[in-house]
């Protein structure tokens, strides 16, 4: 239901938007990004679930946990992981990953090399998906809205 939800608010958005002056096509970024005429493109959506092997609080969980965000950022270094963040825990639900392949093995491959993913702390749904190409340019931009700490 809380998908169905998201996917009509992100096309009463786009519904929103098309009454504005469409802004100038990137044939560039979009040949860049993957993208087909309607600036789509395809996916591996990756949901992380609480696995069987709960880690009981202290330095190994940290560690792990530690390792999960260098992971993280290995994959988005290397262009395959563009978007990960975390769930609100009902029903199990702990993250996602969006991997930018249409593979669901290359995926699958580069979330079972997480260290939550190793110990059992999570396990893992793989599913293709279809979706703004635009989701590219996360890894880019995300840095540039962080502010900076005093």
Known sequence: MKLACCALALLCTFGAHAQDAAPAYDAARA?????NDQG???YVFVLLKTGPKRMPAGPERDEMFKGHFANMARLAKEGLLVYAGPMDGVDGWRG????ATPDPE????????????VSGEMVLEVHKHFGSAALMGVNEWHPRLVKPQP
């Not at 040949?31 to 993208?35: E, F, L, M, T």
């Not at 290359?106 to 993913?117: C, F, G, H, L």
Request: aromatic share 12%; no cysteine.
């Open 40 to 42: 789509l493109r395809p």
């Open 96 to 99: 996602i990953f969006i991997f």
């Open 106 to 117: 290359v995926a699958r491959k580069a979330a079972e090399s997480d260290p939550v993913i």
């Open 31 to 35: 040949q860049a990004w993957g993208a």
